[in-house]
């Protein structure tokens, strides 16, 4: 059973949901977002969605495109981010997830697939979602990843027919990310009652758990989803603070309390090793 498996098996058994923070790696830089994903996991944080930046995030809408655009003044990439991973998974058993797109990673390693995955499983990486990999032409990469321990988690968007969805968990492991709207993501003011449908086209199909992310903004928007589905992701909410806060001594400190809000405040204990 992957780490993810078990958090969300915990969860469930909790009757609670998970709370998914999602934060661009090297955003301002480095060294704070690893006391960033500490801060997170000590907020009650269940998984961690940890960006890859890229130079063309066509899924990413102008909050976390901007971060994007500082972290690669800095050059980071995904070997500059996993040492990050590594020395936070030492001091904290939160799954995380990566969350990139497959440029970054067929440069890393390109000439071993094996060795890719294995770097990536090292440094405690729990899970990559990779969001312009299609499930007609991730045969090999889930086959590599899932050799390592490591799941591969793929969106379903409102518009995906019951076929697709069915593709795409036969692809996926771990859990399966719902969009909550059509286009990037961004920070939105309410969610579209499709969603909740949406979510349970997929339960139809896999026994899977499922998250909802994109444009999930308000402590409200996670409560709701948490009522039908077993996750809720929060992205550009979070990466916004990180930059309205930017130069700012408390910058952490304010991420986290923000953090708290959207998570409800939980006590997440009980799931340290």
């Given amino acids: 059973m992957s780490r993810i498996t078990e958090r969300f098996t915990r969860l469930r058994s909790s009757n609670r949901g998970a709370f998914i923070p999602y934060l661009t790696a090297g955003d301002p830089d480095l060294e704070t977002t690893e006391r960033l994903l500490a801060a997170l996991a000590e907020a009650g944080a269940d998984i961690i969605e940890l960006g890859v930046p890229f130079s063309d995030p066509m899924a990413d809408g102008p909050v976390i495109q901007r971060a994007s655009e500082r972290a690669l003044r800095r050059d980071i990439g995904i070997e500059e981010i996993l040492p990050v991973v590594a020395n936070f998974k030492r001091k904290h058993d ?28 090292e440094s405690g990486v729990d899970g990559v979602l990779v969001t312009d990999l299609i499930p007609e032409e991730a045969g090999e990469f889930t086959s590599e ?41 961004g920070v939105r003011d309410s969610l579209s009652g499709e969603v909740k449908k949406l979510v349970e086209r997929v339960r139809e ?6 998250a909802v992310g994109f444009g999930i903004s308000l402590p ?54």
């Fill in 94 to 121: 939160v799954p995380v997830v990566l969350f990139t797109y497959f440029n970054p990673l067929l440069r890393f390693h390109a000439d071993s697939p094996a060795q890719r995955a294995s770097a990536l499983c």
């Fill in 220 to 273: 409200e928007h996670v409560g709701e989803v948490w009522s039908y589905a077993d996750g809720a992701v929060v992205g550009s909410r979070l990466v916004l603070e990180i930059e309205r806060c930017a130069g700012s001594a408390d910058l952490v400190d304010r991420v986290a309390a923000l953090a708290r809000e959207l998570g409800g405040k939980r006590d997440n204990a009980t799931f340290e090793m």
């Fill in 145 to 185: 990843m899932r050799k390592a321990g490591i799941d591969t988690i793929f969106l379903v968007a409102p518009t995906s027919t019951d076929e697709r969805i069915e593709k795409i968990a036969r692809a996926a492991s771990g859990f399966i990310y719902v969009v909550a709207r059509t286009g990037v993501t």
């Fill in 205 to 210: 199909i896999s026994a899977l758990p499922v």
